[in-house]
C-alpha cells in the first residue's frame, strides 16, 4: 500500500522529468541543427561574397606621388621620415575572382611598386600582369607606367591598354610609346565615349569624357560595372559646373564614386595661381553634397590628393570628412 502510493504519487513526477529531459535533447539537437545551419548559410554567403568582382585601391595620390619632389615642409617631412605614411599614385585594380582575372587602371610611375603590391595583397592568385590596362588621360601620374612594359624592362606581349581616341593616337605617335605598339608589347584598344567595352559577361567598363587641361589628350573618367555593383572613378577633373553632366546625379546612379580630392581648398599652393590646375575642392565637393542623405554622401571616397592636401597627413582633417558623412579612399582597401 505504502508501496502503490508511493508509485502513484512519483509517476508524475517521473514523466515530467523524463518530458523534461527529452525537451531538453530535442532543444539541443535543434539548436545544434540551427547552428549548422547557420554556419553554412554564412559560409555560403562569405563564398559567394569572396566570388564577387571587387576593385582593389593600389594607389591614392596625385601625379606627383607623397610625399612629393623637393617638398620639405611640415605635409611631406613626416613621409620623408617614415616609408609607412608614403603613398603611391592613383591606381585601380578590378578584379574578377570567377575568371581569374584583373584589369589595372592608370599606368603610374609607382607600377612596379603597385603591380608586386596587388600580387602580395591577392597572394599570387592572379597573374603578374593584367588582363588589360585602362588609362585615363596622357599627364604623367596617369600613363607613364606604361614604359616598364617595353624592351628594357618587362618586354610583355600584346597587354590590351583602353583609351579614348586622343589619348590612343598620342600614345601610337609619340615615342616611347610608339615603340610598345610598334613592337606589340601593347595592343590599343580604342574606345568610344559613353560606348561600354564588355570585358566578361558580367564586367563592363564605359568611358565618358571630363573637362581638364587636356593638352595632349582628352580626359576620361569611367563607369565600371560588375554585374553587382557601379563604381564611378573620376580622378582629374575641372570643377564639377564645368562638366555637362550634374555630378550628384551620377553618384546617385551608382554604389561607389572615386571621385578627385586633388586639393581641400584654395588656399593650398600660396604663391601659385591655382586657377591654373582647377580642381574640385574636397570642402566644395562637401558642400555640394550637403544637403543630399548619409547614403549618397557615403558613397563618395575621395582620392587622387596632391601632398598639400591635410586629407593626407592631418587626423583632425581626416576625421572632419568622415564626421561630414564621406569616405577617404585608402591605398590597400577593398571596395
Ligand atoms: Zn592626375
Ligand atoms: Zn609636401
Ligand atoms: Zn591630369
Redesign the pocket.
Known amino acids: 500500500m505504502h508501496e502503490k502510493r508511493y508509485f502513484l504519487s512519483t509517476t508524475p513526477v517521473s514523466i515530467k522529468i523524463i518530458n523534461l529531459s527529452s525537451g531538453y535533447i530535442i532543444f539541443g539537437i535543434m539548436k545544434r541543427h540551427i547552428y549548422c545551419l547557420l554556419l553554412l548559410l554564412s559560409q555560403v554567403a562569405f563564398a559567394q561574397k569572396e566570388q564577387m568582382p571587387f576593385i582593389q585601391i593600389l594607389g591614392i595620390a ?2 606627383g606621388g607623397y610625399p612629393h619632389m623637393g617638398c620639405r615642409k611640415k605635409c611631406c617631412t613626416i613621409a620623408w621620415e617614415n616609408d609607412s605614411l608614403k603613398k603611391w ?2 591606381c585601380l585594380a578590378l578584379v574578377d575572382p570567377v575568371n581569374k582575372k584583373w584589369w589595372l587602371f592608370e599606368a603610374t610611375p609607382d607600377i612596379k611598386e603597385q603591380l608586386h603590391y596587388f600580387q602580395t595583397l591577392t597572394h599570387g592568385v592572379y597573374n603578374y600582369l593584367p588582363d588589360g590596362i585602362f588609362i ?2 596622357a ?1 604623367i ?2 600613363y607613364t607606367g606604361l614604359m616598364e612594359f617595353g624592351r628594357e624592362v618587362m618586354n610583355t606581349k600584346e597587354v590590351p591598354v583602353y583609351s579614348l581616341p586622343k589619348m590612343t593616337a598620342f600614345l601610337e605617335t609619340n615615342g616611347p610609346w610608339s615603340q610598345l605598339v610598334k613592337l606589340n608589347n601593347v595592343v590599343l584598344q580604342p574606345m568610344q565615349a559613353d560606348s561600354a567595352i564588355q570585358l566578361t559577361e558580367n564586367i563592363s567598363v564605359t568611358a565618358f569624357t571630363v573637362p581638364h587641361r587636356d593638352e595632349y589628350s582628352e580626359t576620361a573618367g569611367f563607369m565600371i560595372n560588375t554585374g553587382s555593383k557601379k563604381y564611378l572613378f573620376i ?2 577633373i575641372n570643377k564639377w559646373d564645368k562638366w555637362d553632366k550634374r555630378i550628384i546625379d551620377e553618384v546617385k546612379a551608382v554604389d561607389i564614386a572615386l571621385l578627385d580630392g ?1 586639393f581641400y581648398e584654395d588656399t593650398e599652393l600660396p604663391g601659385r595661381n591655382m586657377s591654373e590646375v582647377p580642381h574640385p575642392f574636397v570642402s566644395e565637393t562637401i558642400k555640394l553634397f550637403q544637403k543630399e542623405d548619409a547614403k549618397t554622401k557615403a558613397k563618395i571616397h575621395f582620392i ?1 590628393f596632391n601632398h598639400t592636401n591635410p586629407i593626407l597627413w592631418d587626423a583632425k582633417k581626416r576625421s572632419e570628412v568622415k564626421k561630414a558623412g564621406f569616405k577617404i579612399a585608402k591605398q590597400g582597401e577593398k571596395i
Open positions: 596625385q601625379d599614385i592613383v585615363t588621360h599627364h601620374g596617369h580622378p582629374d586633388t587622387h
